[in-house]
């Protein structure tokens, strides 16, 4: 068979011996994979010149290939350049594929699958959970190699480094009297815990949840005295907004205006009556 693939390479390229005996012999013999790497090859080797004969006899080859299923369509597709699939019909623009296996391989490679939920890696979270929660455990001598844990637990468990955030900011909020947890939450962006800590109020003003407890609020005001939160970032998550807070204000304001304007006012007519009723009773 190799022997086959190699006089069909001769064939093509220099078109010598007998074409049609050897693509007879070649198309009995089921090695796709093989053939298709072949023609690849040949086709950058004769890359440039598609206007002469070797290229013609290529294209000419791989079609009668296809027509007789010697080699399948996605074999080709998967092995074959652009610019040959466009020749020989099986992809209508060369620039289109090219973006379309850009994105397929970004996606392939670089698309990390994580686990968000706790139901979706118990035992990861688990440990975690039982990691965080132990606020007397978390001392200066033990800081750093509970961080390694916290880290090779997200690489082990795959476990959604955003979800490992949250649920460090729950166990400071839990334990603010520990500063210790400053130094977990280093190892994450400030971006990611703004946010993070943005949600959690966000959640707290849904309607049917109770408020945002007071632990909070202090936590937000550690974060943000530490430097570890800037205020301006999470300003956008609180409420009530500017400007219902000015509506607010204006409203509250007038209505102190309009009680000073009524202080030491005498009411004359309710002056003469009560001087009538108490007349009406004497007599």
């Not at 939920?117 to 990861?124: C, D, N, Q, T, Y």
């Not at 990611?192 to 109770?210: K, M």
Request: hydrophobic residues 40%; glycine residues 6%.
């Amino acid at each position: 068979a190799l022997q086959t693939i190699e006089e069909c390479c001769g064939v093509i390229k220099e078109g010598e011996g007998n074409g049609q005996t050897t693509k007879s012999v070649l198309l009995q013999n089921s090695m796709q994979t093989v053939l298709a790497d072949t023609l690849w090859y040949i086709g950058l080797e004769i890359e440039g010149h598609e206007k002469e004969e070797p290229a013609k006899r290529l294209v000419s080859f791989v079609k009668e290939s296809i027509a007789r299923g010697v080699v399948e369509k996605v074999i080709l597709q998967e092995r074959l350049e652009p610019e040959l699939l466009v020749q020989i019909g099986l992809i209508s623009s060369a620039d289109v594929w090219n973006k379309r296996v850009v994105r397929f391989n970004t996606k392939l490679l670089y698309t990390q699958h994580k686990f968000n939920l706790l139901r979706e890696e118990s035992e990861g979270y688990a440990k975690l959970i039982t990691e965080l929660n132990d606020s007397k455990a978390l001392t200066p001598e033990t800081v750093d190699i509970i961080e390694g844990h916290i880290i090779s637990l997200i690489g082990y468990f795959d476990l959604d480094p955003n979800r490992v955030c949250d649920i460090v900011l729950q166990s400071y909020e839990k334990a603010l009297e520990n500063s210790l947890y400053l130094s977990l939450l280093r190892q994450f962006r400030k971006s990611t815990i703004v946010q993070i800590l943005g949600f959690s109020f966000q959640f707290h003003q849904r309607p049917g949840v109770e408020e945002a407890p007071e632990s909070l609020f202090q936590l937000a005001a550690i974060l943000i005295a530490q430097g570890v939160v800037n205020l301006p970032e999470l300003y956008c998550h609180l409420v009530p907004a500017d400007e219902e807070m000015n509506n607010d204000y204006m409203a509250w304001q007038a209505e102190r205006l309009e009680a000073a304007k009524k202080f030491g006012v005498i009411n004359l007519s309710g002056k003469a009556e009560d001087d009538q009723a108490k007349a009406e009773r004497e007599a």
